[in-house]
T-cell receptor, first 113, second 112 residues
Framework: AQSVTQLGSHVSVSEGALVLLRCNYS??????LFWYVQYPNQGLQLLLK??????LVKGINGFEAEFKKSETSFHLTKPSAHMSDAAEYFC???????????FGTGTRLKVLA | KAGVTQTPRYLIKTRGQQVTLSCSPI?????VSWYQQTPGQGLQFLFE???????NKGNFPGRFSGRQFSNSRSEMNVSTLELGDSALYLC???????????FGPGTRLTVT
């Protein structure tokens, strides 16, 4: 079975500081991995995805994530936080076989001025 | 290209009533999934449809049902509403079941 764990339900960073949001997954088959962002009263927006190939994935808004199979991790980073990055971020593992998408519980990012 | 649209955006219902929510996927997308999002339970998968067939179903009671039409539009229905059904219901579409999902803005359902 697949599962996703996001460490830290709330993360605060100063504007301009590094953003690091952690995600670990469990999958018996090579996973498809995703990061989504949700702004208040909106749906989820796809930030980036990993399917196969290059393990460092670049997404929108300056975010990137690295797939590390040995650590079963897919952490999301951004070198310099902006106030507009304040939102909730969800890591997800994609379907394989009959499995459905599994979402983490989310990490709410707060950016301090 | 237009995104995923969901109607209505907001809905207030009374316990015991039923409700139907609608989702129009991105043009060309044939897979539609539904999720329930609540502060306590997070994002929970309801069901997924592809080519009018339900491929996957989450752990929800039979009061929750859905369908997909030949034009890929989807509806979900909740009968005999309970207070605990108050949530944001999100629809997501993808080109094929294994592709990335694109979400609509959601329908905020409040049950009183």
């Amino acid at each position: 079975a697949q599962s996703v764990t996001q460490l830290g339900s709330h993360v605060s960073v100063s504007e301009g500081a590094l953003v690091l949001l952690r995600c670990n997954y469990s999958s018996s088959v090579p996973p498809y991995l995703f990061w989504y962002v949700q702004y208040p009263n909106q749906g989820l927006q796809l930030l980036l995805k990993y399917t196969t190939g290059a393990t460092l994935v670049k997404g929108i808004n300056g975010f990137e994530a690295e797939f590390k199979k040995s650590e079963t991790s897919f952490h999301l980073t951004k070198p310099s936080a902006h106030m507009s990055d304040a939102a909730e971020y969800f890591c997800a593992v994609g379907p394989s076989g009959t499995y459905k998408y599994i979402f983490g519980t989310g990490t709410r990012l707060k950016v301090l001025a | 290209k237009a995104g995923v649209t969901q109607t209505p955006r907001y809905l207030i219902k009374t316990r015991g009533q039923q409700v139907t929510l609608s989702c129009s996927p991105i043009s060309g997308h044939r897979s539609v999934s539904w999720y329930q999002q609540t502060p306590g339970q997070g994002l929970q998968f309801l069901f997924e449809y592809f080519s009018e067939t339900q491929r996957n179903k989450g752990n929800f009671p039979g009061r929750f049902s859905g369908r997909q039409f030949s034009n890929s539009r989807s509806e979900m229905n909740v009968s005999t509403l309970e207070l605990g059904d108050s949530a944001l219901y999100l629809c997501a579409s993808s080109f094929l079941p294994y592709y990335e999902q694109y979400f609509g803005p959601g329908t905020r359902l409040t049950v009183t």
